[in-house]
């Protein structure tokens, strides 16, 4: 399951998103916004990382409209590691580095195609499990 949620700034591209889970069989669950008026990031963006950390939901997307903020209120919640991301690379060593557990997207900033891109790399790169890495994890945790 995969907790998903944005303000009004990323609504239109959670849509899309959303759009792509469906096509590709991955089951989520919306924790808003469900429409474009005006709403407050941090609200969605602390839920989202709620269901990511207690296990009810194996990953997050977060959209805001950098992704800056939704990200750094995602952070706030221990055992979350949320990434922002605009191209593929970062998302790809993200989840191999860091093992992130939250992809953040900006929706003023990447468009659809790129953003679609960036999701499906994010959910099918597995971490490293490389022993510097976890290391690296376990000191952010600590
Ligand atoms: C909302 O206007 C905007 O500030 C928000 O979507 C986000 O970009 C904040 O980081």
Do not use: W
């Not at 997050?60 to 992704?67: D, M, R």
């Not at 939704?70 to 790809?92: E, P």
């Not at 557990?101 to 891109?117: D, E, S």
């Amino acid at each position: 399951m995969i907790a998903i949620g944005s303000d009004h700034g990323g609504f239109a591209l959670k849509q899309e998103v959303k759009a792509y889970l469906e096509k590709n069989g991955l089951e989520y669950k919306d924790f808003g916004c469900y429409d474009e008026t005006s709403c407050d990031y941090p609200e969605i963006g602390r839920m989202v990382a709620h269901a990511v950390a207690d296990g009810s939901c194996e990953k997050g997307i977060v959209i805001c409209g950098t992704g800056i903020g939704i990200s750094i209120a995602a952070n706030k919640v221990k055992g979350i590691r949320a990434a922002l991301c605009t191209d593929c690379f970062t998302a790809q060593a993200t989840r191999e580095h860091n093992d992130a557990n939250i992809l953040a997207l900006g929706g003023r900033v990447v468009g659809p195609g790129l953003a679609l891109k960036i999701v499906d790399t994010f959910l099918n790169t597995p971490f490293s499990g490389e022993e510097r890495h976890m290391r690296r994890i376990e000191k952010i945790e600590e």
